[in-house]
């Protein structure tokens, strides 16, 4: 019986979702609390991988199970050996035909970012953080060079694994939240930023270095133009450096509706 799987997940503590010797991923306490849970060894394989420090909103995972249990009971008792910042929010018996990566349509990232003059606190881990004003209209702008298919060499890191940088991008949306109570200090005013990304598949860093490319561009110190050069380039090197993981989070695959599977992430409107 294949079984998938929704996880959400705080990335804080963990070296990103693929196993490693350490032993401290995603995968590495999911698949022992799952052992654990069917008293026999498990392995699974996700919709996306994720870097250590990002956050997972609906990862989904598949996994061949040796044992016979309700749906709520995988979720309810494999919760029990995850620790506090790893959950299972739901189970679905699915057709052996079902992968969790392959059959994915679509995958889709948000990024959540701090503008204050004062680095984040309670939301340390949580948002990314630029202390300077940001202009929407440049960055909008600046967004419209990447959708589409594209190579997306010049926003993949050098460790990626991919089989080719050609991605396509379909929406990425920017929007900004209303001022907060602490509005002002030094003239900058404090505001929650959300980014929004759409594609086919992501390569090794490339929403952080999309990220980067789009702060730098923002705060004015390179047109929105110059997303495009980048873009053409083809070169790690023409871009910006690689952003903070810490307000990245996966929002889950996309699906066809056959597969019976939810199709929304938990809220990602906190920080509004």
Same mark, same amino acid.
């Given at each position: ?6 996880? &959400? ?29 069917? *008293? ?13 420090? =990002? ?19 995988? =979720? ?8 506090? @910042?790893?959950?299972?929010?739901? #189970? ?29 606190? =309670? ?27 594209? @190579? ?5 890191? #050098? ?21 907060? #109570? ?38 004015? &110190? ?17 871009? #910006?450096? &690689? ?12 699906? @066809? *509706? ?13 920080? *509004?």
């Amino acid at each position: 019986m294949r079984i998938a799987l929704g996880i &959400t997940y705080n990335g804080q503590a963990y070296q990103g979702w693929q196993s490693q010797p350490s032993g401290n991923t995603v995968q590495d306490h999911l698949e022992v609390a799952l052992s654990r849970f069917a *008293a026999s060894p498990l392995s699974t394989i996700c919709a996306g991988r994720t870097d250590a420090g =990002v956050h997972g909103l609906m990862q989904v995972v598949h996994f061949d199970a040796p044992v016979e249990r309700t749906e709520a009971s995988w =979720v309810r008792g494999t919760n029990t050996f995850l620790p506090k @910042d790893i959950a299972v929010q739901w #189970a679905r018996s699915v057709p052996d035909a079902f992968h969790s990566r392959a059959c994915a349509t679509s995958r889709r990232y948000g990024y959540a970012l701090l503008q204050s003059p004062v680095r984040p606190s =309670v939301e340390h881990g949580r948002v990314g953080w630029v202390f300077q004003p940001l202009d929407l209209q440049a960055m909008e702008r600046a967004v419209q060079y990447l959708l589409g298919e594209h @190579d997306f060499s010049s926003f993949r890191a #050098a460790g990626c694994q991919a089989k080719s940088p050609v991605k396509t991008l379909y929406a990425i949306n920017i929007g900004r939240s209303a001022q907060r #109570a602490s509005a002002s200090r030094d003239g900058v005013p404090s505001c929650y930023w959300r980014f929004d990304f759409q594609g086919s598949a992501f390569l090794h860093h490339m929403i952080r270095n999309i990220m980067g490319c789009l702060v730098v561009i923002g705060q004015g &110190t390179k047109p929105p133009e110059w997303m495009q050069e980048v873009l053409d380039a083809r070169s790690r090197e023409t871009a #910006a450096p &690689t952003f903070s993981p810490d307000g990245l989070y996966f929002l889950g695959p996309q699906y @066809d *509706a056959h597969w019976g599977l939810p199709s929304e992430a938990i809220s990602f409107d906190w920080f *509004a």
